[in-house]
């Protein structure tokens, strides 16, 4: 397994993905032993039968790199197709993000407020967010080196950019990590997580709209709303195929639900 390790880290994957991959591999040879096709379309089958589908694909592409590896490329499987809703879900309203802003602001919460601000406004995932750096902020960019060698620029507003260096001026930070916990160290994506839910019941705001990528979902969403360039978000959000940033072009479920209300009389 250590050379399939090895193998995966030329690839440039990451950590957690060359885990995932090994527990994948580990597992299909403790339920089915021997590589063959049957055992390999058997395995699919229990996947399917005791998983949700973007795990059984996970474990799909997990093996047919691992085939790869020992030249057993035809022996490849194909993954599941994931039908995608036609709707977003749980997707946090402008009003309720505006609304959660304020609520902190006003309660001079402002570490947290500028969580919001900075998932909302520059559609980073919280792994990126914690990433973020002082320096960063002054640039109005952090650059981000995805597998595959490719790099990913988020971009700070200028608008924001300048709210948050007041901020970190009256805190005299001039380098390091923005987000810090109570000990002073960076902030975790957990942590992130589990303080919004806290705010969610605070504020009286439905506790499943307000996660971490909600926000990134909103980023979107009023993207395209004010500036109709589909490529140029896939861009931003990071997205390697456009089709998976189409999605943004459909309306929330709750969106879908006002207009079927309004326009249906009959």
Do not use: C
Not at 36 to 52: D, P, Q, R, S
Request: net charge positive; glycine share 6%.
């Amino acid at each position: 397994m250590k050379e399939f390790r090895d193998y995966l880290k030329e690839k440039n994957l990451s950590k957690n993905t060359i885990s995932a991959y090994e527990y994948s591999i580990v597992m299909f040879k403790r339920l089915f032993g021997e590589i063959n096709k049957t055992n390999l379309l058997a395995f699919k089958g229990y996947m399917l039968e005791h998983f949700k589908v973007r795990t059984v694909n996970l474990r799909i592409q997990a093996l047919n790199k691992y085939l790869a590896y020992i030249k057993k490329k035809d022996l490849q499987i194909t993954a599941v197709k994931i039908q995608q809703k036609p709707f977003l879900e749980n997707v946090i309203s402008d009003a309720d993000y505006l609304f959660l802003k304020k609520s902190l602001k006003k309660e001079e919460n402002l570490k947290w407020y500028f969580v919001v601000r900075f998932l909302g406004a520059t559609g980073a995932r919280v792994s990126e967010l914690v990433q973020i750096k002082v320096e960063h902020v002054k640039l109005g960019y952090l650059d981000l080196y995805t597998k595959g060698g490719k790099t990913r620029r988020i971009y700070i507003p200028k608008v924001l950019k300048v709210e948050a260096l007041e901020w970190l001026k009256k805190l005299d930070r001039g380098l390091g990590y923005i987000f810090l916990n109570n000990t002073g160290e960076p902030i975790t994506t957990r942590g992130i997580s589990i303080q919004l839910k806290k705010f969610a019941g605070k504020y009286g705001i439905n506790p499943d709209v307000v996660y971490p990528h909600s926000f990134r979902h909103r980023f979107a969403k009023n993207f395209i709303q004010k500036y109709n360039d589909i490529s140029l978000l896939a861009d931003l959000m990071g997205h390697d195929s456009i089709e998976t940033t189409r999605i943004y072009l459909r309306l929330t479920s709750t969106e879908q639900r006002e207009i079927v209300d309004k326009i249906i009389t009959w």
